[in-house]
Each structure stands twice: as C-alpha cells, then as structure tokens.
C-alpha cells in the first residue's frame, strides 16, 4: 500500500493541525494504520494507532486528550487531529499501515511508510 502524508505546517503553541494521509494500492480497510514522529535528534516514536474498521484506538501518553485518530475507509484516508499543540510536539510525522495491529505501538514498527509532514509548533 501506497502512504501520502499532509497537512504539516507552522503553528503557534496551544494551536491545532490536522494531517491526512492518503492511501492507494490495496485494501485499506484490511490495514491498521497509524502516526508516528521523528524531532531533529530523537529516535522515531509512535503517536497513535487504529484498527482497520476504526476501532482499537491507541495513544501514547504525551498526546492522550490533544490527539485523536481517525479514518475514513470510503475515502482510504487516515487523519490525525493535533489541538492543544506543545513545542514539544515540533517532529516530522509519518504515516504508517500494516496488516498486523500489534506492530502499530510504542516500540513498534509497521511494513508501510509515508514520506513524512513536517510539523513546527512555536513558543
């Protein structure tokens, strides 16, 4: 499956983004998709995870109550809306998919990978 990711972009702290990630290739309801983000230094960290059919949502404890993942399998688009945006927040974020929910996870990895969206949050 093919990962388009979008809607990085320039925010000022307390501020909200939401990125999209277009899907082609296969059937993308058959794929638990998910966030992840890389800030300049750090290693890759998961954000979050949902199942197939939009259930089994999965967040790691920095985003819990700002973030929410969301898709849309008519339109094979996966969503993650940001509020509450923190500096700590700035990374470039990528989409991910795998056939396998448990990979999606703190640690974890997937088959599938978008090109990444840069998001900077100001202070």
């Known amino acids: 499956v093919q990962l388009q990711a979008s809607g990085g972009g320039l925010v000022q702290a307390g501020g909200s983004l939401r990125l999209s990630c277009a899907a082609s290739?296969?059937?993308?309801?058959?794929?638990?998709t998910g966030w992840f983000r890389q800030a300049p230094g750090k290693e890759r960290e998961f954000v979050a995870r949902?199942?197939?059919?939009?259930?089994?949502?999965y967040y790691t404890d920095s985003v819990k109550g700002r973030f929410t993942i969301s898709r849309d399998n008519a339109k094979n688009t996966l969503y993650l809306q940001m509020n509450s945006l923190k500096p700590e927040d700035t990374a470039v974020y990528y989409c991910?998919?795998?056939?396998?929910?448990?990979?999606?996870?703190?640690?974890?990895?997937?088959?599938?990978w978008g090109q990444g969206t840069q998001v900077t949050v100001s202070s």
């Open positions: 991910a998919a795998d056939s396998r929910l448990f990979r999606l996870r703190i640690g974890g990895s997937a088959d599938y």
């Open positions: 290739g296969r059937t993308f309801s058959n794929y638990a």
């Open positions: 949902i199942g197939g059919s939009g259930g089994s949502t």
